[in-house]
């Protein structure tokens, strides 16, 4: 039994004898919420009627979290009232699901194989070591992570691939339209992402507090949860990786015998690479994002709750329930942001109509940080604490509108570094390259420092509250800060692969030109949306790695019954983990790079073996065999994600095993933050490259089909890669190494 001062539980329900035995018991330390307004309301019209109940915080969670997902129902049904335009966009579309859908289910299939495999690995390794009720906790926690990151990166793309269609028709009536349509139908896929992480981790912690003490649920049920954010972290992983190395495999090789070849237009239908490119948008940046997000989400929710019970004796369970009250209300805060975003007319750019919104949506987190912290962190035996804890929550809500600040001026159009690698373009292909690298490089300056700020002003403000271990706590508040938009942050994601195949299916049924300029106007935001994203995901990642590094150093410290832990780098097998973990970096990103290459070269032959045996096909009278090089790009993505995605998992165990717990520590943290660089690097450089490309196609500097034009493109095809696939799948990395580490704690002692 872990010994560690963190956990908590309440029950969702007690019934009128369960809580006339325990009220003597739970009365100091009850997290129940005794509203004198709700007491008298339920005495006299609810116990009557229905049944004696009452609402405890888990239960708040629970409730905001279902209504959330009620809502979804709701908005789904709106944006699925929307009239799905022509035949011929009917067509376009339904080869896209079709495309999307066998590719998820061939993917899952593949990971479900592993995961049932490492749920079984898991129990056996606590077995053998006389823990077999933590191993069957911790096996169980890992299979419902598992599951639900995979029904949230399912759900995902089921929404987009039918929004992408009704963006594309809207867009014939107006670009508002189109505009509020794309991002409803990704709000869906935010709101889903947040409510089911929450309700994942409200469930399971219940589940796992049965029959325990509230005592023993706090020395036990933090750290068993862990076992959740795992499972999410590994399927996300593959998810991610898998998705990323198709999108990008298709999208390289439909450009580069599409548009540097023959020198026809992105999405031209007499590309037999075009459907698999539009698949690609959803199974990469839908299915494989959502699973990503979702799991970050739960990660750090879990990081946060197993800091907060370092603070049980100041703050009884709020203190653990308080990560997920906040971001509950967070939650609320987001979708009555989303709500607000419209164009105020048809010539605003959208990316100002959803900054407006984020602004509402940020000032609505912070007036319920205000209050939620006051309500659940307010102690006579420190009063001002609470003030000081809300201060550092501030600064993670201030901290991502940074973030989010700093992604859109190295990947928005409208300034210095995109216009910088366009005006090299004028040069050709080599000064385009040069110029991007450059800008990734530069761009990882300020969020390390803004995000190094936000951890050494979290840490203090959490000291200054007087509470012992408050300086940590202090951090996973501000944690909790920046993952207070998340929802909102998640819908601007998903928006940019719905407007993506948007534009694709107006161009491929042959829309007017007027409907392509708003869908080529909306693809652009998108594409800062999507950095945007990476950016914040990023950012969370490195405070929530800290706070679950943290985490492992408590964990070994209750197992090894000692004070405290130091890690020393001048000890060589500790410098040497710590070598290996920069190396896992490199060796990961040079794996899915390759990956998507490798993938592409296929295309790209199959693509020519297609144009030289159909001469038909460039003069209109052959039809392209789509489904041919979907196939290809299924097998290739599939294949290739699986020697990246085990490389992580045996290398973290193998350092842990064999260099043992320190050698371990130093590999975390050494990983985690070559990581952040890494992504920040690869998230940056490619979605400037891009919307480069974007800026000169929209006539700038010569134009599409000019020289500078195809230098862009050359920079597009490169930063594909490490953008979309290297990038976000270095976010889930970063998590699953903590999660990992965190499971197996009891291997590496």
Same mark, same amino acid.
């Given at each position: 039994?872990?010994?560690?001062?963190?956990?908590?539980?309440?029950?969702?329900?007690?019934?009128?004898?369960?809580?006339?035995?325990?009220?003597?018991?739970?009365?100091?330390?009850?997290?129940?919420?005794?509203?004198?307004?709700?007491?008298?309301?339920?005495?006299?019209?609810?116990?009557?009627?229905?049944?004696?109940?009452?609402?405890?915080?888990?239960s708040i969670v629970i409730v905001i979290s279902v209504l959330a997902l009620l809502f979804v129902v709701w908005l789904t049904r709106q944006v699925l009232r929307k009239d799905t335009g022509t035949p011929a966009m009917q067509e376009v579309s339904d080869a896209i699901k079709e495309g999307a859908w066998a590719f998820v289910k061939r993917q899952y299939l593949t990971i479900g194989i592993y995961t049932l495999i490492l749920a079984v690995i898991i129990f056996a390794v606590y077995a053998f070591l006389g823990k077999t009720?933590?191993?069957?906790r911790t096996s169980v926690a890992f299979l419902f992570g598992a599951v639900s990151s995979a029904v949230a990166g399912i759900v995902s793309m089921l929404i987009a691939v039918r929004a992408n269609i009704r963006t594309a028709s809207a867009a014939k009536r107006s670009l508002n339209e189109a505009f509020v349509t794309a991002l409803r139908g990704g709000a869906v896929a935010g709101i889903i992402i947040v409510s089911m992480s929450l309700l994942g981790v409200s469930l399971i912690y219940y589940f796992f507090s049965l029959g325990l003490s509230v005592?023993?649920?706090?020395?036990?049920?933090?750290?068993?949860?862990?076992?959740?954010?795992?499972?999410?972290?590994?399927?996300?992983?593959?998810?991610?990786?898998?998705?990323?190395?198709?999108?990008?495999?298709?999208?390289?090789?439909?450009?580069?015998?599409?548009?540097?070849?023959?020198?026809?237009?992105?999405?031209?239908?007499?590309?037999? !690479?075009?459907?698999?490119?539009?698949?690609?948008?959803?199974?990469?940046?839908?299915?494989?994002?959502?699973?990503?997000?979702?799991?970050?989400?739960?990660?750090?929710?879990?990081?946060?709750?197993?800091?907060?019970?370092?603070?049980?004796?100041?703050?009884?369970?709020?203190?653990?329930?308080?990560?997920?009250?906040?971001?509950?209300?967070?939650?609320?805060?987001? *979708?009555?942001?989303?709500?607000?975003?419209?164009?105020?007319?048809?010539?605003?750019?959208?990316?100002?109509?959803?900054?407006?919104?984020?602004?509402?949506?940020?000032?609505? !987190?912070?007036?319920?940080?205000?209050?939620?912290?006051?309500?659940?962190?307010?102690?006579?035996?420190?009063?001002?604490?609470?003030?000081?804890?809300?201060?550092?929550?501030?600064?993670?809500?201030?901290?991502?509108?940074?973030?989010?600040?700093?992604?859109?001026?190295?990947?928005?159009?409208?300034?210095?570094?995109?216009?910088?690698?366009?005006?090299?373009?004028?040069?050709?292909?080599?000064?385009?390259?040069?110029?991007?690298?450059?800008?990734?490089?530069?761009?990882?300056?300020?969020?390390?420092?803004?995000?190094?700020?936000?951890?050494?002003?979290?840490?203090?403000?959490?000291?200054?509250?007087?509470?012992?271990?408050?300086?940590?706590?202090?951090?996973? *508040?501000?944690?909790?800060?920046?993952?207070?938009?998340?929802?909102?942050?998640?819908?601007?994601?998903?928006?940019?692969?719905?407007?993506?195949?948007?534009?694709?299916?107006?161009?491929?049924?042959?829309?007017?030109?007027? $409907?392509?300029?708003?869908?080529?106007?909306?693809?652009?935001?998108?594409?800062?949306?999507?950095?945007?994203?990476?950016?914040?995901? $990023?950012?969370?990642?490195?405070?929530?790695?800290?706070?679950?590094?943290?985490?492992?150093?408590?964990?070994?410290?209750?197992?090894?019954?000692?004070?405290?832990?130091?890690?020393?780098?001048?000890?060589?097998?500790?410098?040497?983990?710590?070598?290996?973990?920069?190396?896992?970096?490199?060796?990961?990103?040079?794996?899915?790079?390759?990956?998507?290459?490798?993938?592409?070269?296929?295309?790209?032959?199959?693509?020519?073996?297609?144009?030289?045996?159909?001469?038909? *096909?460039?003069?209109?009278?052959?039809?392209?065999?789509?489904?041919?090089?979907?196939? *290809?790009?299924?097998?290739?993505?599939?294949?290739?994600?699986?020697?990246?995605?085990?490389?992580?998992?045996?290398?973290?165990?193998?350092?842990?095993?064999?260099?043992?717990?320190?050698?371990?520590?130093?590999?975390?943290?050494?990983?985690?933050?070559?990581?952040?660089?890494?992504?920040?690097?690869?998230?940056?450089?490619?979605?400037?490259?891009?919307?480069?490309?974007?800026?000169?196609?929209?006539?700038?500097?010569?134009?599409?089909?000019?020289?500078?034009?195809?230098?862009?493109?050359?920079?597009?095809?490169?930063?594909?890669?490490?953008?979309?696939?290297?990038?976000?799948?270095?976010?889930?990395?970063?998590?699953?190494?903590?999660?990992?580490?965190?499971?197996?704690?009891?291997?590496?002692?």
């Amino acid at each position: 039994m872990r010994t560690g001062s963190q956990g908590g539980i309440v029950l969702l329900i007690r019934c009128r004898g369960r809580q006339s035995r325990l009220a003597t018991r739970e009365k100091a330390e009850s997290p129940f919420l005794d509203f004198e307004f709700f007491k008298v309301f339920s005495k006299t019209f609810i116990n009557p009627f229905i049944f004696p109940i009452k609402m405890n915080l888990l239960s708040i969670v629970i409730v905001i979290s279902v209504l959330a997902l009620l809502f979804v129902v709701w908005l789904t049904r709106q944006v699925l009232r929307k009239d799905t335009g022509t035949p011929a966009m009917q067509e376009v579309s339904d080869a896209i699901k079709e495309g999307a859908w066998a590719f998820v289910k061939r993917q899952y299939l593949t990971i479900g194989i592993y995961t049932l495999i490492l749920a079984v690995i898991i129990f056996a390794v606590y077995a053998f070591l006389g823990k077999t009720d933590l191993g069957w906790r911790t096996s169980v926690a890992f299979l419902f992570g598992a599951v639900s990151s995979a029904v949230a990166g399912i759900v995902s793309m089921l929404i987009a691939v039918r929004a992408n269609i009704r963006t594309a028709s809207a867009a014939k009536r107006s670009l508002n339209e189109a505009f509020v349509t794309a991002l409803r139908g990704g709000a869906v896929a935010g709101i889903i992402i947040v409510s089911m992480s929450l309700l994942g981790v409200s469930l399971i912690y219940y589940f796992f507090s049965l029959g325990l003490s509230v005592e023993a649920a706090a020395k036990q049920v933090p750290f068993l949860i862990v076992g959740y954010g795992f499972g999410a972290s590994f399927v996300a992983l593959f998810a991610q990786l898998g998705g990323g190395i198709y999108t990008k495999a298709a999208d390289v090789g439909s450009d580069l015998v599409g548009k540097v070849e023959k020198g026809i237009p992105e999405d031209d239908p007499r590309n037999p !690479a075009v459907i698999a490119d539009l698949v690609g948008d959803n199974v990469g940046d839908c299915a494989g994002r959502g699973a990503d997000l979702f799991e970050s989400t739960a990660a750090e929710n879990i990081g946060a709750m197993i800091l907060g019970v370092a603070l049980y004796p100041f703050f009884g369970l709020s203190g653990v329930m308080f990560p997920m009250v906040v971001r509950a209300f967070g939650l609320i805060a987001s *979708i009555i942001g989303i709500m607000t975003v419209k164009l105020k007319n048809e010539n605003e750019n959208p990316m100002r109509a959803l900054n407006r919104s984020y602004g509402y949506t940020a000032i609505l !987190a912070a007036i319920a940080f205000f209050f939620t912290t006051k309500w659940l962190l307010y102690t006579a035996k420190a009063p001002n604490a609470w003030l000081w804890f809300f201060f550092a929550g501030v600064v993670g809500i201030v901290t991502s509108t940074l973030i989010v600040l700093i992604t859109m001026y190295y990947t928005e159009s409208d300034y210095r570094p995109v216009k910088s690698i366009a005006k090299a373009s004028l040069t050709g292909h080599a000064t385009n390259i040069i110029t991007g690298f450059a800008v990734g490089l530069e761009s990882t300056a300020l969020p390390v420092i803004v995000l190094s700020g936000a951890l050494l002003l979290s840490f203090k403000l959490g000291s200054l509250s007087g509470v012992a271990h408050g300086g940590f706590y202090g951090t996973a *508040i501000a944690t909790m800060g920046m993952l207070a938009t998340a929802a909102f942050v998640l819908a601007m994601d998903t928006f940019g692969p719905i407007t993506d195949n948007a534009g694709g299916i107006a161009q491929m049924s042959k829309a007017p030109e007027a $409907v392509r300029k708003r869908t080529d106007k909306l693809d652009a935001v998108g594409n800062t949306t999507k950095a945007i994203t990476k950016g914040y995901a $990023v950012g969370s990642a490195a405070l929530a790695a800290f706070l679950l590094f943290t985490a492992y150093l408590d964990d070994v410290k209750a197992y090894l019954k000692v004070d405290t832990i130091t890690i020393d780098l001048s000890k060589v097998h500790v410098f040497v983990g710590a070598f290996i973990g920069a190396m896992l970096i490199f060796i990961f990103s040079s794996l899915a790079i390759k990956a998507v290459g490798d993938a592409a070269h296929s295309i790209v032959n199959e693509v020519r073996r297609q144009w030289k045996t159909k001469k038909g *096909i460039m003069t209109g009278k052959e039809k392209p065999d789509y489904a041919r090089v979907v196939d *290809i790009c299924v097998k290739a993505s599939l294949k290739k994600m699986i020697l990246p995605g085990l490389l992580v998992v045996a290398t973290t165990v193998a350092v842990g095993m064999l260099l043992k717990y320190e050698a371990a520590a130093a590999f975390l943290m050494v990983a985690t933050i070559t990581g952040i660089l890494m992504a920040l690097f690869f998230n940056n450089a490619g979605g400037a490259w891009d919307n480069a490309k974007k800026y000169i196609e929209d006539g700038n500097l010569g134009g599409k089909g000019s020289e500078a034009h195809k230098a862009a493109v050359t920079g597009d095809t490169v930063g594909d890669p490490t953008k979309d696939t290297a990038g976000p799948s270095l976010h889930v990395l970063i998590k699953l190494l903590s999660t990992i580490t965190l499971v197996l704690v009891p291997l590496f002692l």
